[in-house]
């Protein structure tokens, strides 16, 4: 079947470009495909794109795979772009760093080209820096403070819990007996890592996901990571792998702005709108690792700190810098920063990190 | 229920009646979720119509709509069904004293379908056709993205003491999400995924026209314009449908037949929801967007 052999070379062609086109999703196009117009190259795209994408940041690609493997035909004409598709990374310079994307609609090729080309290897690792992640790893679990949920569960002593005591009455034939409590539950928050991967912080920057790693896999839905420099990337997928290696190496390769420049009030806005605000920053306990170097307005990082501040139950600035002696906190962004935060600790040393651990537990 | 439906087009004409504007993505998308029998995940930010999609689907179903609004720490108890124990025990109470004590009959006459309480979930699966909204999902914990998928793998409900309750016509199921939390891909694996964008220009003044045909059409154009440049303006919270539609009732209502800076401006807390984005644009943009 012809048509069945050009779905799975499309399909090849998805996974080339990043889009998990798992096979039962390619099942699923095929079935989709029985219900349209299969020589309607409009169809087609509706059908693989309603089935093969999963996610916003999968949409620009699919459609980039879609005009390279049919043609252009098919594609919408003004192709819906979604705020979060930007997701994955955001441009934000617009004087430095080399090719600058001009208008909105060479932005996006632009920036996957950027993705490509600047695609990092960190896989190489010493058999220190591994045994270090162990210990990291056994030291973040203690975990992150915990809040009380709209969830009521069994206690000793609380409120009467109607619905079992009339339960157990139930069981003993509708005579009363002991009365059953209820309290609320209690969760651990939300954690949030914002790691400074720009230039500055590269010393830094292994050890800090490696702890942004061990983080995620404690508790792996409970955790967000990005990365901040000139964009913002998400990396917290990348980040679930359970070795330490392989999620290190695919977060290198996530992140396109690896050691360039910081634009850190620009990215941490970035992070606000696009996921914070919405409810990722909300209640949670916040760390944010950057040596508050910046290239852009002070101003402005002052400005989402403070947002930042105003939604999170928690933030947590990791200066490295804060360990050394004589270290006074006088650059711009540190500067702007610095009213909106809770805790100011440092981040250059195991000694440093295992502090940070405290710091969130205690949140 | 889906026979007079034979393609895509056909769909968004019979949702068109309705009210409801679908561009083609959003009717293929709902033309195959109702042919392939697999829930819509339906993601974009909020006020672009996720919602309402539901209802206009339900309507030109002439299916039920049954709405399950997710909120943090909801469970099965408020999903799928519950027994109402007051009631059990009353029938308890009632039996004893009318002298009846056959044990075995007094308990199976306790667990009858009259004392259970259908949550949305089991309601949808006994009134077919139906339409079963799950709402913002994404707020609920992902213990219950586990429990739903189980659900609506077999479109079915278990129920220990009384037996499986099965769907005559399974019930179509739109799920929706703000994302403001990553929903588990096993659940999205299942669904048909479509990213819900904001209307062009020619669609959003002919959804303004459509849902207020009272509006004038000089304002609705100009509501549609304006609303397009605000969501380019960089704002806490960029407006969506529903905003531009309650924007322009409240023009209308003011006696307003075309946009200009003072109405806007004593109108700007329809489509603008947060102090910061309201000063901004009242001190930056407004004109300019009013005046181009």
């Known amino acids: 079947m012809p048509a069945l052999d050009i779905v799975m070379g499309f399909a090849r062609t998805l996974r080339h470009a990043g889009v998990p086109a798992t096979p039962d999703r390619v099942q699923a196009m095929v079935a989709a495909l029985d219900h349209l117009d299969v020589a309607n190259p409009t169809d087609t795209y509706w059908a693989g794109r309603l089935t093969l994408c999963a996610d916003p940041a999968d949409l620009e690609r699919y459609d980039a795979a879609f005009a ?28 430095d760093g080399g090719a600058q994307p001009g208008d909105g609609s060479t932005r996006t090729t632009l920036a996957s080209r950027q993705e490509v080309l600047r695609h990092r290897d960190v896989s190489t690792l010493s058999a ?10 056994a030291l973040l679990a203690p ?48 954690l949030v890592l914002l790691a400074d991967v720009s230039g500055s912080m590269e010393p830094y920057a292994d050890a800090l996901l490696r702890f942004a790693h061990a983080a995620v896999r404690v508790a792996p839905f409970n955790v967000e990571v990005f990365t901040l420099g000139t964009r913002l990337t998400r990396v917290t997928r990348e980040l679930r792998r359970r070795d330490p290696d392989a999620a290190l190496e695919a977060a290198g390769a996530a992140i396109p702005d690896w050691s360039g420049g910081t634009r850190l009030g620009d990215a941490l806005k970035a992070f606000l709108d696009q996921w914070g605000q919405r409810g990722a920053a909300r209640g949670a306990v916040v760390v944010l690792c950057s040596d508050g170097w910046e290239r852009g307005d002070p101003t402005l990082l002052g400005e989402q700190v403070a947002r930042l501040a105003r939604l999170a139950h928690v933030v947590i600035w990791v200066n490295p810098h804060r360990g ?36 969130i537990d205690q949140s | 229920m889906d026979a007079a439906v034979t393609d895509p087009a056909a769909l968004a004409a019979a949702l068109d009646r309705t009210g409801y504007l679908p561009d ?32 206009a689907l339900a309507e030109v179903l002439d299916a039920r709509l049954v709405r399950l609004q997710c909120y943090e720490g909801i469970d099965a108890a408020q999903a799928l069904y519950d027994w109402d124990f007051p009631r059990q025990v009353l029938h308890l109470r009632a ?13 199976r006459s306790l667990y009858d379908r009259r004392f259970l309480v259908a949550r949305p979930i089991l309601q949808a699966i006994e009134h077919a056709p139906s339409v079963l909204l799950v709402d913002e999902i994404d707020r ?21 003491e009384i037996g499986t309750i099965r ?30 964008a904001h209307p062009t220009y020619e669609r959003e003044v002919a959804i303004l026209r459509r849902r207020q045909p009272e509006v004038a059409e000089r304002l609705a154009r100009d509501v549609a314009r304006v609303t397009a440049g605000l969501r380019e303006a960089d704002l806490l919270k960029p407006p969506g449908v529903a905003e531009s539609l309650d924007w322009a009732q409240a023009l209308h209502l003011l006696g307003a037949r075309s946009l200009d800076v003072e109405n806007a401006a004593a109108t700007l807390g329809a489509v603008l929801k947060y102090h910061e984005d309201a000063v901004r644009v009242r001190e930056t943009v407004l004109a300019e967007l009013i005046g181009a």
């Not at chain 2, 979720?33 to 999609?53: I, N, Q, Y």
């Not at chain 2, 009846?100 to 007094?106: F, G, I, Q, V």
């Open chain 1, 68 to 95: 390279a493997y049919f043609g252009g035909a098919g594609v919408p004409a003004r192709p819906p772009r979604p705020a979060a598709v930007r997701l994955r990374a955001v441009p934000l310079d617009k004087g």
């Open chain 1, 128 to 137: 220190a820096e591994r045994d270090e992640v162990r210990r990291l790893l």
């Open chain 1, 143 to 190: 975990h992150v403070g915990r809040r009380r949920t709209r969830r009521y569960g069994p206690a000793s002593r609380g409120a009467v819990d109607l619905e079992r005591t009339v339960r157990r009455m139930l069981h003993q034939g509708g005579e009363p007996s002991r009365l059953a409590r209820r309290a609320r539950r209690r969760k651990p928050r939300r």
């Open chain 1, 324 to 359: 050394k002696p004589g270290y006074e906190p006088v650059t711009g962004g540190m500067v702007a920063a610095l009213p909106h935060i809770d805790h100011l600790v440092a981040g250059h040393n195991l000694a440093a990190f295992e502090q940070l651990v405290r710091v």
């Open chain 2, 24 to 55: 083609e993505g959003l009717a293929t998308a709902a033309f195959l979720a109702l042919r392939m029998h697999r829930p819509l995940f339906l993601e974009g930010d909020p006020g672009v119509g996720k919602t309402s999609l539901a209802t």
């Open chain 2, 95 to 107: 039996a004893e004293t009318a002298g009846r004590h056959d044990a075995e009959e007094l308990e």
């Open chain 2, 140 to 160: 609920a914990d992902d213990e219950f993205e586990a429990f739903l998928l189980e659900v609506l793998a077999d479109n079915a409900v278990t129920i220990p």
């Open chain 2, 167 to 196: 769907a005559e016509t399974p019930p179509l199921v739109v799920l929706t999400s703000n994302r403001t939390r990553e929903v588990h891909d096993a659940l999205k694996r299942r669904c048909l995924y479509h990213w819900v």
